[in-house]
């Protein structure tokens, strides 16, 4: 276990609202990732992070911004949410980038619901 | 973005049985991982394969990483309902800079 709590687990709000998930880790891993799972889907790379102020997109970023101010910490922002976002978030660490077949630790999850 | 596809997507069986699920795609991966998750939980990785051709063995469960590391396949003796789960699998991209996961197999095993 690597430590990762996500914040909020849960949260409803509203089409054209803003909204900030975020993720915290106290096993000072360098890298940390936002994925977001929908049925059929798998997960999909939003963004990611290789270190402090230094991120990059995923797959799936449009609609979506991060960032990373501290080491432990990685925030996901809906800067004004679509119900097409409405999906499980998960936040995941990595001591070593993928290409070292490094090993993804993943949080619980934040299902959020845009009505 | 390199494709993943799993299958089947659904899997229901009685305990006892022998199941396996496959993991496909047209490119090739540096590494590839198995991840299982269950309800309300994130994934947790069961293995990495590194090398074409490679098995690797965990109790009942059997991972190998085809020769020309383009496949992957879980196989599972004696399955239990404690293997029930979401089964992921997931590539590292030869680039280094991605890891792409499949769609999941949704495992059963009914008592």
């Known amino acids: 276990d690597a430590g990762i709590t996500q914040s909020p687990r849960h949260k409803v709000t509203e089409t054209g609202t803003p909204v900030t998930l975020r993720c915290h880790q106290t096993e000072n891993h360098r890298y940390m990732y936002w994925y977001r799972q929908d049925p059929g889907h798998g997960l999909r790379l939003i963004h990611y992070s290789y270190g402090v102020k230094d991120t990059d997109k995923g797959e799936v970023s449009d609609g979506y911004s991060v960032s990373r101010s501290k080491t432990e910490d990685f925030l996901l922002t809906l800067e004004s949410a679509t119900s097409s976002q409405t999906s499980v978030y998960f936040c995941?660490?990595?001591?070593?980038?993928?290409?070292?077949?490094?090993?993804?630790?993943f949080g619980e999850g934040s299902r959020l619901t845009v009505l | 973005t390199q494709l993943l596809e799993q299958s089947p997507q659904f899997l229901s069986i009685q305990e006892g049985e022998n199941l396996t699920v496959y993991c496909n795609s047209s490119s090739v991966f540096s590494s590839l991982q198995w991840y299982r998750q269950e309800p309300g939980e994130g994934p947790v990785l069961l293995v990495t394969v590194v090398t074409g051709g490679e098995v690797k063995k965990l109790k009942r469960l059997t991972f190998q990483f085809g020769d020309a590391r383009k496949d992957s396949s879980l196989h599972i003796t004696a399955a239990q309902p404690g293997d029930t789960g979401l089964y992921l699998c997931?590539?590292?991209?030869?680039?280094?800079?991605?890891?792409?996961f499949g769609e999941g197999t949704q495992l059963t095993v009914n008592p």
């Open positions: 995941a660490t990595a001591q070593a980038a993928w290409g070292f077949a490094g090993e993804l630790f």
């Open positions: 997931a590539g590292g991209e030869t680039s280094g800079s991605r890891l792409t």
